[in-house]
């Protein structure tokens, strides 16, 4: 398989972005019990306010919003202190192939160049195979705190 693109998300990946977001999370509902929050986000928002990457697939026109098959998604917040990941999705028609370890190199290296020391993240708690992922990447376990209808598990990985 032909290594996918990592870029920023432009007005015409909001549909894809959707997809992907939707698609990965879905299977999620039955087991927590409520609809996970990445699918309830407002894409088209975030995507203006720059905080949306993309991974696709070589594809005609592969420039930004056409071509290249969007099979990835990160929805990046820059604090002064760290980059939050607010949500990670792989379509799960790639799952095996290697894109969620690329986004989550690419969260690294843009922490990283914006001179910011930590990223963090949570997941829920019952979604056990992101509580296997997580750690073989470098997060910690920092705490579980409850938000309203989410148990959440918070990670942090240390860059500096």
Known sequence: MTQERIRQAVTADVPAVKAVTDAAYRPYIERIAVVPRPMEADHAANVAAGKVFVATRPGEGDGPGEGGEVVGVVV???F??????DS???HPDAHGGGVGRRLLRFV??????LGLPEVR???????????KIYPKYGY????RRTDGPYDRLHYRKRLL
């Open 140 to 143: 910690e376990l920092v705490e």
């Open 76 to 78: 990046l917040e820059v």
């Open 108 to 113: 690294d290296a843009r922490a990283r160049a």
């Open 80 to 85: 002064a202190d760290h980059l939050f990941l």
């Open 88 to 90: 990670i999705a792989v």
């Open 121 to 131: 993240l949570y997941t829920n708690a019952l979604m056990w195979e992101n509580q």
